[in-house]
């Protein structure tokens, strides 16, 4: 059974930073790339970036672009993103989902929620102003 398990959530201040995890179990985790997501209240669920199954890799939205940073450990079958320059509208619900790679060791914002396999349950992130 695939289990996959983000952690590392809370209240931080804008300007502050907060590290989340996501760790799998059931699967092979270098057969996947992986993603982060993002639903806050009333709204729908955004892409924050990808890592690929190297971590070789790395894609990003224009939001986060330069303030986040996705990394992972294949060794502990973890993914991580690190979150600085937070701001209040980085408020939301995180989700990690990891998507069956390929051969090519890229990853990309072009590929949508339902192409990923397995999915988080979700941490919540609140920024306050």
């Known amino acids: 059974q695939v289990q996959v398990v983000e952690s590392g959530g809370g209240l931080v201040q804008a300007g502050g930073s907060l590290r989340l995890s996501c760790t799998t179990s059931?699967?092979?985790?270098?057969?996947?790339?992986m993603g982060w997501f993002r639903q806050a209240p009333g709204k729908e669920r955004d892409w924050v970036g990808c890592?690929?199954?190297?971590?070789?890799?790395?894609a990003y939205s224009n939001s986060v672009k330069g303030r986040f940073t996705i990394s992972r450990d294949n060794a502990k079958n973890t993914l991580y993103l690190q979150m600085n320059a937070m701001k209040p509208e980085d408020t939301a619900k995180y989700y990690c989902?990891?998507?069956?790679?390929?051969?090519?060791?890229?990853?990309?914002?072009?590929?949508?929620?339902?192409?990923?396999?397995?999915w988080g349950q979700g941490t919540q992130v609140t920024v306050s102003s």
């Open positions: 890592i690929s199954w190297s971590g070789g890799s790395t």
């Open positions: 989902a990891a998507k069956i790679a390929s051969l090519s060791d890229y990853c990309s914002g072009s590929w949508s929620p339902g192409d990923y396999n397995y």
């Open positions: 059931g699967l092979t985790f270098d057969d996947y790339n």
